[in-house]
Structures are given as structure tokens and as C-alpha cells.
């Protein structure tokens, strides 16, 4: 198993350009305690309303709360809530300087009612529109600016009619030419539109509808149609609770599990997963141990109701709790474990391997550990440890991460800020 802390480690900010359909989220929470007299069904006493950036403003917003810098290309009516949206992407650190106004245009809102963490009804208010012809010749003509620093190209297509098969053709040539790579979450039964798209992320049933495929025919075959549908070098194909399959032009097919505690929503896991991929990809992480971050991060996020961000804190600890390994630490790859510890409450204990492994040295970091109030970080301080030693600490829940021997060790000490350091000799 590759030890995914040393690919965290790869993780740092990118330039991202996020194109597609913008929605505007609307939650709106309360209590329901009885039926209406008018006719059967549930009043909702709202407590409380909260309004969030769709689509793929819901992308924009994974990006953001992975570090990462992003500039949206989109469009926007001339309303109010045109007015709400743009102004929670501006406030959210978004570069909205490529949104334009459209007249006759009506962004699309998705009001989602919501009564103890369970979702009653969604009331969608929308107007389909394909974009105005002298509109998308103005956003061709502002290519240079708009592609100006971008490593990566998220598209999130949500049918609403900004995509044109025109528009999108002229997006996915023009990156290709400037060797910008071009990640299409799609949308519809024709996927020859994504032509030569570098990768392609539909889920299990837009994959087999875009085919005409029964369920009968292997998923294999319905991954290669489509890689042949669309140039592409790769496919990613994802499938809920059974995780999700890559696809390349040699038939070979890559199996990732899914890594989940509990499926809470999984509204807005799609978008995650696009902006999950990206960064791993414009950070050179190799495309086959990508995907296992993407199921991390799309775990984190079907745990929680709602269009869920997952930052890089939450995805270094769930990492990080996936295997044994992936807590121990030596100095090259200290990142995760930085971002894992970020705004928690922990301690450290200063250790040698020349301790005996007894039941008086488990029974004193039993009670260090505070009865798991709290995360006890192990730093052993020998040159060259003993192996069977970190192996019996990294087996013991007590004992949240390992730092190896470092020579920076008390440059971290000052980084991250321990409540307490203990010393065992």
C-alpha cells in the first residue's frame, strides 16, 4: 500500500478555473410538530435559513477550503439574488471577475426544506436557457485573461444551458493548446461534446445511459465506448456506496473502495470529489492514487447534510486513520500531520525505543492520552529507532501520530504549539 502521507505531503496550493453552471442553495431549517388543516401534509416551523453558492459554486467552494486559489467562469442574471450569489463568492475569496450578466437570464435556486437533519421537499425555480450567442463570443475573445496562471480546469456541467457544445469546444481546445489540463464533470447523454477532455468523472448511471447500455453489459465495456466517445485519457467513473473505477485507453481498470464512517446526504459529494481530483492532479500526484483522496474527501463530505466543504484538516485526520502507517512521520513529511493537528488540542510525548515495551509503559500512555480527550503525539527521539517499538505504538489507539527523529524538531515545537510535552526515560 502506497503510504498516502507522503503523497499529502504533495499537496499545496494551485490556480484552479472553475467553469460551468452557477445555482444559488437555499436551506431553509426548522421543526415539524404537526399536519396542516388545509390538507395532509407537515408544517414546517422554519428556525433558521442559510443561502450557499451551487452548482458549480459548490465546486468553487471545495476548492477554497482546500488552500487552493480559484477564478470562476460563468454567468448571472441581473436580480437580487444574482446580487446574494456573486457577492458569497466574492466574500468566500473567489476571483468573480469573469462572471457575467446576462439579460433574460434567471440563475437558477434549489430551496431545500429541512427538518431534523432529514430533507422533506426541494422547490426548484429555474428557466433553462442556453447562453446568448454574442455573450459566449465575448468569453471566447477574453480566453488569454480569463486562462491567464491557470494549472488545472474543473468544468461542472449541470445542463442549465451556460455549456454550450460550442463553448465547451472551444474551452477544452484552447487549455490543450496551453497544456492546462481539462477535468469534466458531465452532464446529459452526449458526452461527445467533452471531446478530448483529459478526464471525464460521470457516475454509474449517467456512464451506462450515455452508452444506451443495459445494466447487463460489463462496466468495462460502457468505460472504453465512452473513452472512445471522447478522446480521453481517462475515465473515473463513481458509484456511491461502491466507490468509484478508473478507466484508461489500455483497458485497464483501477478499483477504489469507498472510505466512509456514514452516509448522511450525499448532496454536493460529486463536487467535492471534482475539486479533490484537480488538486491532486495540478500537484503531479499520480492519477492512480488520486482517486483514494477523492473517496477520502467524498466520505467527509456525505457525513454531513447539506452541500458539505472538506478542508485539508479534516481529510489529513481521516487519512490518517485509514491505516496504522500513515500516522508515522519522519521530517520530509510532516505537511499532513501539520494540517491534521490544525486547531486541536494535543500533547506530545518525548520517548526513546530503548524503553521496554511493558504494561506499565502502555498503562502510562493510557493515561497521558487523557482517555482520548485529547491527541497524544509520540516523538521518539533515538537516530535510528527500533522498528518493533514504533510498530507496537503505531498499533495502539492511544497514540494519534509517531514524529520520527527530526532536526528540526524544535522549529515544529514552535509551529504547532503543544498544550503539554512530557518526557518518558
Do not use: W
Not at 453489459?217 to 468505460?223: D, I, K, S, T
Amino acid at each position: 500500500m502506497v503510504k498516502l502521507s507522503n503523497n499529502f505531503s504533495l499537496i499545496g496550493p494551485i490556480n484552479a478555473l472553475v467553469i460551468g453552471d452557477l445555482m444559488l442553495d437555499k436551506y431553509t431549517i426548522g421543526k415539524v410538530s404537526r399536519i396542516s388543516p388545509e390538507a395532509p401534509v407537515s408544517i414546517l416551523k422554519v428556525d433558521s435559513e442559510k443561502i450557499l453558492p451551487g452548482g458549480a459554486g459548490n465546486v468553487v467552494l471545495n476548492f477554497l477550503s482546500m488552500g487552493s486559489n480559484v477564478k470562476i467562469l460563468s454567468r448571472l442574471g441581473l436580480s437580487l439574488e444574482d446580487d446574494i450569489l456573486a457577492n458569497e463568492l466574492k466574500n468566500s475569496k473567489a476571483d468573480i471577475n469573469h462572471l457575467y450578466s446576462e439579460k433574460n437570464y434567471k440563475t437558477p435556486i434549489k430551496n431545500r426544506l429541512i427538518a431534523d437533519s432529514q430533507q422533506l421537499l426541494r422547490v426548484d425555480n429555474e428557466d433553462l436557457k442556453i447562453i446568448d450567442l454574442e455573450l459566449e463570443k465575448k468569453i471566447i475573445k477574453d480566453f488569454d485573461e480569463i486562462f491567464k496562471d491557470i494549472q488545472i480546469v474543473a468544468i461542472s456541467d449541470y445542463a442549465k444551458g451556460f455549456l454550450s457544445d460550442n463553448l465547451l469546444k472551444e474551452i477544452i481546445n484552447y487549455a490543450n493548446d496551453k497544456n492546462i489540463l481539462t477535468i469534466v464533470d458531465p452532464k446529459g447523454n452526449d458526452f461527445s461534446k467533452y471531446k478530448n477532455a483529459y478526464l471525464i468523472k460521470p457516475n454509474f448511471l449517467e456512464a451506462y445511459s450515455a452508452t444506451n447500455s443495459s445494466f447487463n453489459r460489463p462496466l468495462n465495456e460502457v468505460a472504453q465506448a465512452l473513452l472512445e466517445i471522447t478522446n480521453s485519457k481517462y475515465l473515473l467513473i463513481t458509484n456511491s456506496k461502491d466507490g468509484m473505477s478508473l478507466f484508461d485507453r489500455k483497458n485497464n481498470r483501477y478499483d477504489f473502495p469507498v472510505i466512509s464512517k456514514e452516509l448522511k446526504d450525499p448532496t454536493g459529494a460529486g463536487d467535492t470529489v471534482l475539486a479533490m481530483l484537480c488538486i491532486c492532479l495540478a500537484n503531479n500526484i499520480n492519477i492512480k492514487i488520486a482517486p483514494t483522496f477523492c473517496n477520502i474527501a467524498a466520505g467527509i463530505a456525505i457525513e454531513q447534510l447539506g452541500c458539505a466543504k472538506v478542508d485539508l484538516s479534516s481529510l489529513a485526520r481521516r487519512m490518517l486513520k485509514i491505516d496504522s502507517d500513515n500516522k508515522i512521520f519522519d521530517s520530509k513529511h510532516l505537511y499532513a500531520l501539520k494540517k491534521a493537528i490544525k486547531n486541536t488540542d494535543f500533547s506530545i510525548l518525548e520517548i526513546s525505543s530503548n524503553i521496554s515495551i511493558t504494561s506499565t509503559l502502555f498503562q502510562n500512555i493510557k493515561k497521558l492520552s487523557d482517555s482520548g480527550k485529547k491527541d497524544l503525539i509520540v516523538y521518539i527521539n533515538d537516530d535510528n529507532p527500533k522498528d518493533d517499538f514504533i510498530s507496537f505504538l503505531s498499533s495502539l489507539n492511544e497514540i494519534s501520530f509517531i514524529i520520527l527523529n527530526s532536526k528540526n524538531y524544535k522549529s515544529l515545537i514552535k509551529e504547532i504549539k503543544p498544550g503539554k510535552i512530557f518526557q518518558m526515560k
